[in-house]
């Protein structure tokens, strides 16, 4: 599966942005979904993933209450609304597929996209 992250911007504290992730591929429903972030020299860290099936989403305690991950089958996307966004959020953020339920775990993913970049100003 090959996916292409986008919605990246810049953003003032408090904001909202809405990050997409396309897939492409047949098989786009049997991956779990998630969403990482890395800013810059720090590691890449879990941000939210979502169950194949849309039916379970997990979250790091960071972005709980602000950030929320959901998937549009019929589109093969899957999003990251973020909101209430602060100066600690900017990073790059990458999507990824995993056959793996409940992944948090960056080398628990087999797929990458290529990231969008986030920047939230104070």
């Known amino acids: 599966v090959q996916l292409q992250a986008s919605g990246g911007g810049l953003v003032q504290a408090g904001g909202s942005l809405r990050l997409s992730c396309a897939a492409s591929?047949?098989?786009?429903?049997?991956?779990?979904m998630g969403w990482f972030r890395q800013a810059p020299g720090k590691e890449r860290e879990f941000v939210a993933a979502?169950?194949?099936?849309?039916?379970?989403?997990y979250y790091a305690e960071s972005v709980k209450g602000r950030f929320t991950i959901s998937r549009e089958a019929a589109k093969n996307t899957v999003n990251l609304q973020m909101n209430s966004l602060k100066p600690v959020d900017t990073a790059v953020y990458y999507c990824?597929?995993?056959?793996?339920?409940?992944?948090?775990?960056?080398?628990?993913?087999?797929?990458w996209g290529q990231g969008t970049e986030v920047t939230v100003s104070s």
């Open positions: 990824a597929a995993t056959f793996t339920d409940r992944a948090t775990r960056w080398y628990e993913y087999e797929y």
């Open positions: 591929g047949r098989t786009f429903s049997s991956y779990a």
């Open positions: 979502i169950s194949w099936s849309g039916g379970s989403t």
